[in-house]
């Protein structure tokens, strides 16, 4: 079976910075039909779409453009999401999904807590 794996959350003061991964095992996925997003979801708050990438088109949420980066590995195993200048804000449960043709899987989140 498919399972995504995020890593890299933590606390971090304001200003600073965090880079998340998310690696999947147990199937394959083509790069050109795959669809990576991450999204985050703070406690009393709906789940919002951070960032995408399919091949190489990237689409970001308003609120973290000119901030955070989303890329992938050319396998597409290992999906990553660069946040810089990272805010108070930001501080969500950060979850990452694939997507290709029939299906779409989730990996089980990691923390980012910006606080000074």
């Known amino acids: 079976q498919v399972q995504l794996v995020e890593s890299g959350g933590g606390l971090v003061q304001p200003g600073g910075s965090l880079r998340l991964s998310c690696t999947a095992s147990?199937?394959?996925?083509?790069?050109?039909?795959?669809?990576a997003k991450w999204y985050r979801q703070a406690p009393g708050k709906e789940r919002e779409f951070v960032a995408s990438v399919i091949g190489g088109t990237t689409s970001y949420a308003d609120s973290v453009k000119g901030r955070f980066t989303i890329s992938k590995d050319n396998n597409m195993r290992t999906v990553y999401l660069q946040m810089n200048s990272l805010k108070v804000e930001d501080t969500a449960v950060y979850s990452c999904s694939l997507r290709r043709p029939g299906d779409e899987f989730w990996g089980q989140g990691t923390q980012v807590t910006v606080s000074s």
């Open positions: 147990g199937s394959t996925f083509r790069d050109s039909l795959t669809v």
